[in-house]
Every structure is written in C-alpha cells, then in structure tokens.
C-alpha cells in the first residue's frame, strides 16, 4: 500500500528556508502515470497547493509562491522535497505532500496523502 | 488561475438531513473535478473524482454531479462521521486550486 510521510524541522525562523521530505513507500515515485506535490494549510484556513513535480523533474508552482518556492525530486531514494525561502509567520502551516497532478484519470490519481506536519515560523 | 467558489461557507444541519454543497469554477473545467473531507486535525481524505465517480470505499450517501463550471456534492444522509470540513479541487490544470471550504456543522 502507497505511503507517504512528510519530514523535516518543525520551527523555522523567519527569512530562512523552509525544507520538508516526501518519502514515498509501497510504490515507485518515478511512475509516468503521477504528478506528486505539496499542498499547505494555515491554521484554521483552507488548502493552498503549492507545487507539483513530475518523477522527469519537471515542475509546476503556485504563482503566488512561485518566486520562493523549488521542489525537487530524488528517484534513487523515492523522495521528493520543498523548499521554501524567506519564510515569514504567514507561512506558518500545515504542509501535507500528496499525489496531486492535473487531468489525471482514476481515483488513484488523488491518493494518499501525507499526514501532514506542522511547521511554525517563529524566533 | 481558475478560482474555485464553494457555497454555503458553513451549513447546520441534523443527523439524516439531506445536504448539498455548490463549487463553481471561475472557467470551464470539463469534469475534472474532486472532492475532499477533512476532519480537524487530520489530513484531508479523498470522496470524489471526475466530478461524480466515488472513490472505493467511500460511503454510497456521497454523490457529486455537474460539468464545466458549476458542480454539486450531495450527502444524501449526513450521519454523525461527516460532520466535517469539505473542499472541491479543481483538477484541469495548473495551477491547481481548492474551494474555499464548507463546513458541515451540527444543528
């Protein structure tokens, strides 16, 4: 069964980087059916998609987040990862990565997801 | 960007109501459409693809219609474990987007 578990430093002070893991298990992450992204969440608020990339490299970014924003993908460790630069307190969030991609046919399309993990932006 | 509307924000309602939530896309997106619960402090959890076909496992009192710009979920029977937040994504292109959110509340 496909998992997938997000990793990384759970507080951040503001103006550094932001870096989470995605590490895939249950399934290869270089499948040419799939996009995988990260999606965030800021306490009491709705989701935001942030990115999405392909297991090629190939990426795909939310306009609003798009100058701070890289995702990576590493096949060889069944990882993908966010970096997000120059965090300030309204990237406070709950960062979730998932199988998320465009015009993708099938439920399997949309799933899992992380469980998600709560990143603070504080000094 | 196509932008995602959901309405009602939030909806109060009692165990065996019918409830019906309207996402409208600011574009036409086909049927690329889905649909997702959240429970709060949880990871949101997949219902609905292609705008109306149900993901395995999820409850047949879930249902989805609509095509191009304005799409519908309905509970056809809310029971006490959908009590919760529900979002529409639009799934036609980048860049991805959610719906506001509505949240189904206890009357």
């Known amino acids: 069964q496909l998992q997938l578990q997000e990793s990384g430093p759970g507080l951040v002070k503001p103006s550094e980087t932001l870096s989470l893991i995605c590490t895939v298990s249950?399934?290869?992450?270089?499948?040419?059916?799939?996009?995988w992204g990260w999606i965030r969440q800021p306490p009491g608020k709705g989701l935001e998609w942030i990115g999405s990339?392909?297991?090629?490299?190939?990426?795909h970014y939310n306009p609003s987040l798009k100058s701070r924003v890289t995702i990576s993908v590493d096949t060889s460790k069944n990882q993908f990862s966010l970096k997000l630069s120059s965090v300030t307190a309204a990237d406070t969030a709950v960062y979730y990565c998932a199988r998320i991609g465009p015009r993708c046919s099938g439920g399997s399309c949309y799933v899992p997801w992380g469980q998600g993990t709560l990143v603070i932006v504080s000094s | 960007d196509i932008q995602m509307t959901q309405s009602p924000s939030s909806v109060s309602a009692s165990v065996g109501d019918r409830v019906t939530i309207a996402c409208r896309a600011s574009q036409g997106i086909s049927r690329w459409l889905a649909w997702y619960q959240q429970k709060p402090g949880k990871a949101p959890e997949f219902l609905l693809y292609a705008a109306s076909s149900l993901q395995s496992g999820v409850p047949s009192r879930f249902s989805g219609s609509g095509s191009g710009t304005d799409f519908t979920l309905t509970i056809s029977s809310l029971q006490p474990e959908d009590f919760a937040t529900y979002y529409c994504q639009q799934a036609n292109s980048f860049p991805l987007t959610f719906g506001g959110g509505t949240k189904v509340e206890i009357k």
């Open positions: 990339i392909y297991f090629s490299g190939s990426t």
């Open positions: 249950g399934g290869s992450i270089s499948s040419t059916t799939y996009y």
